[in-house]
């Protein structure tokens, strides 16, 4: 409907004057019924008022804002899917409106009901928009140009002119229609019948064509965010140098799959960390942020498979029968060793601190659950160390330019047997009793001083922490977002236009004939005047002014007045 | 792989120099502006009057090239008096006009020595990335101000550049440095270049539809009174005429709706290569689809019986806000993978 043309009526509206709806079909957002006026209409009237209400514009554009809105708490409060501690820390600190939040889904907007309620809403008016619309410009592109109104007037771009009776009939509507043809506009003449003819033209069936394509790629976007979602699985691994991982669940720190995904099922590639490396900006302003992280990997896409090379880089992941492996976090694992007090090795491995600030000062603990008593080692990791009366132990550079261990060595009850799982970072020390604190620097060793053991600081290494990440739907997704831009490209840019050039001879009989040119547009466009204004030039030269026009007007070679 | 300190004082210092152009730029606009009253007759002149018949005289080639009340600029371009002396406002319009193509062309050696100072593209921080998206803004007006006469919207984005700028160089400055691994990236080249081009386009389109507000006001009042006395107001009868005000506006923000969403689906791309999801619901991918979704919203509004004009406009800076939120407040409040400022 007309609604973006001036002076034209607006969608629904009836057609009040005796011309017709000039732009009719030139666009094809759809008209809204009234509401039936009784309810005689039945349940079939209602539902298919409602319906045509939930697929109209305004509904699109409400829903559009809903959207919009819903969208913002998801933004500003912390996300369950993406850092649950903090909801956690939020829900502690704010008990009072976080349980409010909390029932009200704020923590998990994203698949809140009511935030699913709208999106669904939107795809369903989406879908019963696109399916009327597409329908719509099928026949549009088929069928002719409109004919031309009575009163050409009327239109926004309009100009006209006399010419001498023989100068203007069939053969200037021919002419015309050739060149317009030839300019790829599609062309409806009505023959001169002695009174009037006219030549209707229109052009940039495209727009239309590129915005049903937009609409459709957002549902299709849709359909490979579904995909990923249904098929799709991401898990967290964390692998220390020189040590192997193998694509299983029982490997990943964390693991999420979608429902139609059979865990057992995954691909069953593996690689070995072989070395990693990072670098950190010395000096300056912005001392000790990341300037490097490389992985080197060895992988297998298959047991027994030819094992191949590879560096994956933060943005440069590792890609594996499908799957792909992100380089997302690194820390340290200092190797320790601890002997119990007959001198047998009851512990010795690389054991993984985790990093609690941005000059990697870490933390990390060891439980030996077997020795009797119970042993146990809390220490803080700092790759280069420095000790304060504020701080005790820390770390003033990422780099492990000077490292040492601070531990605290315990004994007595792990607390390990009452069923609870325990973090392995984590040590309850409710029923341990500390032996003594002591810091140690990379080949060090450190006698228990009640004689239970011997704790040695053998070497470092690093680890790094890979997302692994399988989504089917990406593909599609992706494809589906560049028709998107593609169809709104055209949709955009390509103009919409009708235009008309009528020849009339004159109603008193005389010896001048008229011709009109007028134009409209799909939008408030700027091409259309001066594309009107070419086209009745070149009219102009099919079908010349006579030679007396209007008064005063410069194209008048005599200079006559009329 | 070390900073070149030579080339990253260079930038500074001639973002100062651009800073000072930039303020001369201004008063000339605002001169310009003051003196500006009579916009509003000429572009009435062109919308209303011109008889169709009249129509005919101007040059068509010419009127091609101009939008609108584009008649206006035809007429005067081939005004016979040309050598008389110009208009005291025009004068100044013209010399703002000068200066600010100098300012940029400083600003322009600015952005480029940061980028070969730290050898990658100069958008890497916040206080980088205001000063491309100041630069874009004055490239995008200096573009549209080839074809069209901006002379009464300079002094709006002039203002609004210096602001970025101002805020940059004292609260978001940050030395010339390298990048974290996650930032290095070809994507990360294009995701930030559109987005920052979309800034200083919607900046404008926002600028451009905040003056639409005021002058359909005023527009509304005169004809209420409907003595046919001309619009008033200190600003608005200092602007075109509100339907030139608003189809300038749609079409600046149907050019960038595009290049938007292109902007949004670059940086999925760059998420899935750096993090692998490409989308994850992080505030600042949250914000970019609430603008994407309300820009989506004003389009829609154009195209909707009883939402054009006025309620289109309230949509387009409402889209514009949540622009600056995105751009502003999330990379100080909020905590996600964009860690991106370089502030502490
Ligand atoms: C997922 C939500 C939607 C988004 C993001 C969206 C976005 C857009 C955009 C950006 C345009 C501008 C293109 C242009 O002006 O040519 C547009 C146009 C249009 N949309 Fe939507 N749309 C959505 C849903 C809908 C729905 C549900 C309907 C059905 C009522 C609809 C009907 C239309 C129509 C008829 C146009 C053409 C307007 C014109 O001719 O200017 N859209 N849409």
């Given amino acids: 409907m007309s609604t973006s043309t001036p002076g034209a009526p607006e969608a629904g509206a009836a057609v009040q004057d005796s011309t017709e709806d000039l732009s009719a079909g030139l666009g094809t957002v759809p008209v809204n019924d009234l509401p039936p006026d009784s309810m005689k209409l039945g349940f079939v009237g209602w539902s298919r008022w409602m319906w045509r209400q939930l697929t109209s514009m305004r509904t699109a554009l409400l829903l559009l804002f809903l959207l919009a809105v819903a969208s913002i708490p998801g933004s500003v409060l912390p996300q369950r899917p993406v850092d649950p501690a903090r909801v956690t820390q939020y829900l502690s600190d704010n008990p009072g409106v976080g349980g409010v939040f909390d029932r009200l889904g704020f923590f998990d907007v994203f698949t809140a009901p009511w935030y699913v309620a709208i999106y669904l809403l939107l795809v369903i008016s989406l879908a019963g928009c696109i399916v009327p619309r597409t329908r719509l410009h099928w026949k549009a592109m088929r069928a002719q140009p409109p004919r031309a109104p009575s009163r050409l007037k009327r239109l926004p771009e309009y100009e006209s002119w006399e010419v001498s009776s023989d100068g203007a009939g069939q053969q200037t509507l021919d002419d015309t229609a050739a060149l317009l043809r030839k300019r790829r506009w599609r062309v409806r003449t009505q023959e001169f019948d002695g009174t009037s003819g006219w030549v209707s033209a229109e052009k940039g069936y495209l727009r239309e064509t590129g915005n049903l394509l937009f609409h459709i790629s957002l549902l299709g976007l849709l359909l490979g965010v579904a995909i990923g979602g249904m098929f799709g699985w991401r898990g967290q691994a964390l692998v220390i140098e020189g040590e192997s991982f193998s694509d299983t669940i029982t490997q990943y720190d964390t693991f999420s799959a979608g429902n139609l995904v059979d865990s057992a099922d995954l691909p069953p590639f593996s690689f070995t960390l072989n070395d990693f490396r990072s670098g950190f900006q010395a000096g300056g302003e912005q001392e000790g942020a990341a300037r490097l992280f490389e992985a080197d990997v060895t992988y297998r896409s298959q047991p027994g498979a030819e094992p191949e090379e590879k560096t994956v880089e933060v943005n440069d992941p590792l890609v594996v029968d499908g799957a792909k492996a992100y380089l997302v976090g690194h820390g340290y694992a200092p190797v320790i060793q601890v002997k119990n007090a007959q001198g047998q090795v009851i512990y010795d491995a690389p054991t993984v601190f985790l990093p609690i600030d941005g000059n990697f000062t870490s933390n990390g603990v060891v439980k030996m659950p077997d020795n009797d008593p119970q042993l146990a080692l809390q220490g803080i990791f700092a790759p280069t160390a420095a000790l304060d009366d504020q701080r005790g132990p820390h770390s003033t550079f990422p780099a492990a330019d000077d490292p040492a261990v601070f531990f605290s060595a315990w004994k007595g009850n792990l607390g390990l047997d009452d069923g609870i799982p325990q973090s392995v970072y984590k040590l309850d020390t409710s029923e341990l009793e500390q032996i003594g604190i002591k810091g140690l620097r990379p080949g060090e060793s450190w006698t228990l001083p009640d004689g239970s053991g011997t704790v040695s600081f053998t070497g470092i290494k690093q680890y790094a922490v890979f997302d692994v990440a399988y989504d089917p739907g990406k593909l599609f997704a992706l494809v589906a977002s560049i028709l998107a831009i593609l169809g709104l490209m055209l949709s955009l840019f390509i103009p919409r236009r009708r235009v008309w050039v009528k020849v009339s001879a004159a109603a008193d009989g005389t010896s001048s004939s008229t011709v009109e040119v007028a134009g409209l547009s799909r939008t408030d466009e700027a091409g259309l005047k001066p594309a009107v204004a070419d086209l009745a030039t070149d009219v102009r030269a099919i079908a010349p002014p006579a030679t007396t026009p209007t008064p005063g007007d410069p194209t008048d070679p005599d200079g006559k007045a009329h | ?344």
């Fill in chain 2, 1 to 344: 792989m070390t900073v070149n300190e030579s080339l990253a004082q260079l930038s500074n210092g001639m973002v100062y120099t651009s800073m000072v152009v930039y303020a001369g730029s201004f008063l000339g606009f605002a001169a310009s502006f003051a003196n500006g009253r009579g916009q509003q007759d000429e572009s009435e002149a062109a919308r209303g009057s011109v008889a169709s018949t009249k129509r005919n005289t101007v040059d068509v080639t010419n009127a091609a090239s101009v939008s609108g009340a584009g008649a206006t600029a035809t007429l005067t371009k081939t005004d016979p008096d040309d050598e008389a002396p110009l208009p005291p406002g025009r004068r100044a319009g013209n010399i703002a006009m000068s200066l600010m193509w100098l300012a940029t062309g400083f600003l322009l050696i600015s952005v480029i020595a940061r980028g070969f100072s730290a050898g990658r593209a100069p958008w890497g921080n916040m206080y980088e990335f205001s000063l491309a998206a100041a630069l874009a803004t004055a490239i995008v007006f200096l573009i549209l101000s080839i074809k069209h006469d901006l002379r009464w919207l300079g002094v709006f984005v002039v203002g609004a550049i210096l602001l970025t700028l101002g805020a940059a160089v004292t609260i978001l400055y940050t030395e010339s440095a390298q990048l974290v691994p996650a930032l290095k990236s070809v994507w990360l080249v294009i995701h930030v270049l559109a987005a920052i081009i979309c800034g200083g386009a919607f900046t404008i389109g926002a600028a451009v539809t905040g003056l639409y507000l005021v002058r359909d006001r005023a527009e509304i009042r005169a004809a209420k009174r409907g003595d046919g006395s001309p619009v008033d107001g200190w600003l608005a009868s200092r602007v075109p005429a509100a339907e030139r005000l608003d189809t300038m506006a749609y079409r600046i923000n149907a050019f960038v709706f595009p290049l938007w969403t292109f902007a949004v689906i670059a940086g999925a791309i760059w998420a899935e290569a750096a993090w692998g999801r490409y989308w994850g619901w992080d505030p600042k991918e949250t914000w970019a689809f609430i603008t994407w979704v309300i820009y989506a919203g004003y389009l829609h509004a154009r195209a909707t019986a009883g939402w054009r004009g006025r309620k289109a406009a309230v949509i387009c800076l409402v889209g514009y806000l949540a622009f600056l939120i995105n751009y502003f407040g999330v990379n100080f409040f909020a905590s996600g993978l964009h860690s991106y400022a370089g502030l502490n």
